[in-house]
Structures are given as C-alpha cells and as structure tokens.
T-cell receptor
C-alpha cells in the first residue's frame, strides 16, 4: 500500500462548480498535511496546510482533515479554468527520528467553461 | 523575499556523465530537501539536509548524493548517468526540520535530460 494515495483523475468539473479532491494516508503518526498545486511544466506551489481535525478555509479553498479515517481533502469552490492543474497531497511523516514529506501521485483537475 | 533558486533550469547530459545541480533556499531557511519527479513515479524523495547534515535519505542508489554548505545552499550530484535519470529535480526549502508543521516551498526545478 502506498503511503499517500490519490485518485489520478482527471477530475472534470464545470466552471463555477465545487471540485472535491481526496487523499488517504497510511501512516498513523502523520501529523501535518499539505496541498500543492502544480501546473504543467511548473514546480509545485503550496496552497494549503492543515494540522488538526476539521476544516480550514482560505479563500475559495477548504482543506478537511479526519485523522481517525486517515483522510484529507481539498474543496475548491467556484472552480475556474485557471484552477486546472494537478493537485498533490503531501503528508509529513516521521522516519528514524526525523520527518520527511511524502507526496501522493496527484489528481489532475480539469475545469471546463 | 527571494524564493528558492535552482540552477541550471535545463540540462542535457550523455549517459555515463555526471551532473551537479544547485539549490539556494529561501533566506533564513536551513532545511533543504531534494525530489525527483517523473511522469511514471511522481515526486520521489531523494534526501534532506539540515545544518550541513543529511537527515534523511530516500530509496535511491548511491549514484545520487548531495551536500549542504554553511550558508544552507545545497548541491546534489548524480554520477554515471542513466537514461532513467531523466526527470525534473526539485529542491524544497523549509525553515526547520524537526517541526512537524513546517511548510516546504519548491524551487522552479532543474529539467535533466539524459541522452
């Protein structure tokens, strides 16, 4: 089982709709969770971080974390064509006394006008 | 505040050669991590440095190595290049390595093509 799993997509949503991106992780001691957006040919850009159970909102983005279910999600409200990108879920896990960031394979989001 | 700077942006090398990539983290950040990104494998962790010490290493062969200097700048080296080493190499900068909530910020990456 992969440490961080995401549906590869593509997830296609119409402009103005809510896009829901999901991520599950296997390491129960994971403490912090991040969402990155990566446009084609570009590097990942951090858009959200979440550390405790519940919701965290930032503009059109809402991250949701459920540690008991080992599940983290990202909601994008009022989706725009400019949101079309690959969204990477990342989990910081502890390994050998130090922590490292593990990434999922990413979900490709396509927002069509 | 300047972001993470990676040089060079693009590189073409021949099989068997070696290559050195450079990363300058955000000012004040002391932790640098390296990742390899390929279409088939996604983002794979290579290694992490903090205060000139390698703190963590991913599952890559010994041909991949790195180091960090006292000014936090980091280099990674790949020796005896193989075609499969063609990838986007990304450097991520973080303020501290032992804080689980620390955020990582990526540079633009170095696109390495091995021919």
């Amino acid at each position: 089982q992969k440490e961080v799993e995401q549906n590869s997509g593509p997830l296609s949503v119409p402009e103005g709709a809510i896009a829901s991106l999901n991520c599950t992780y296997s390491d129960r001691v994971s403490q912090s969770f991040f969402w990155y957006r990566q446009y084609s040919g570009k590097s990942p850009e951090l858009i959200m971080s979440i550390y405790s159970n519940g919701d965290k909102e930032d503009g059109r983005f809402t991250a949701q974390l459920n540690k008991a279910s080992q599940y983290v999600s990202l909601l994008i409200r009022d989706s725009q064509p400019s949101d079309s990108a690959t969204y990477l879920c990342a989990v910081r896990v502890f390994s050998g006394g130090y922590n490292k960031l593990i990434f999922g394979a990413g979900t490709r989001l396509a927002v069509h006008p | 505040k300047a972001g993470v700077t990676q040089t060079p942006r693009y590189l073409i090398k021949t099989r068997g050669q070696q290559v050195t990539l450079s990363c300058s983290p955000i000012s004040g950040h002391r932790s640098v991590s390296w990742y390899q990104q390929t279409p088939g494998q996604g983002l794979q962790f290579l290694f992490e440095y903090f205060s000139e010490t390698q703190r963590n290493k991913g599952n890559f062969p010994g041909r991949f190595s790195g180091r960090q200097f006292s000014n936090s700048r980091s280099e990674m080296n790949v020796s005896t290049l193989e075609l499969g080493d063609s990838a986007l190499y990304l450097c991520a900068s973080s303020p501290r390595d032992l804080n689980p909530n620390t955020e990582a910020f990526f540079g633009q990456g170095t696109r390495l093509t091995v021919v």
